[in-house]
């Protein structure tokens, strides 16, 4: 059984910075990139950065330089460390992972920046 778990989101002032963690099970050896979506109020859901087996990162535009993905083989983990976040970057972020044709999706959680 496949399971995606996020944590670490909360309220934060701009300018600051959070760490979300994604533990995945059951799915991580076999899915060639693990995924961070993000989807804000009234907008389309859009891939914020991946990760693939071997840890080469790629990052949307918006979010390159501030965001950095990694992974933990051993806890079967992904992260995704957010520093300079701004207003625009409150959303809800969503862990997900593919194999094959099969998507699979965490249950999100709630970043918020404001002052």
């Known amino acids: 059984q496949v399971q995606l778990v996020e944590s670490g989101g909360g309220l934060v002032q701009p300018g600051g910075s959070l760490r979300l963690s994604c533990f995945a099970s059951g799915i991580f050896e076999s899915a060639n990139f693990m995924d961070w979506y993000r989807q804000a109020p009234g907008k389309q859901r859009e891939l914020v950065a991946s990760?693939?087996?071997?840890?080469?990162?790629n990052y949307s535009d918006s979010v390159r330089g501030r965001f950095t993905v990694s992974r933990d083989n051993v806890r079967q983990a992904v992260y995704l460390q957010m520093t300079s976040l701004k207003p625009e970057d409150t959303a809800v972020y969503y862990c997900?992972?593919?194999?094959?044709?099969?998507?699979?999706w965490g249950q999100g959680t709630q970043v918020t920046v404001s002052s």
């Open positions: 997900h992972a593919q194999r094959g044709t099969d998507e699979f």
């Open positions: 990760i693939g087996r071997f840890r080469e990162p």
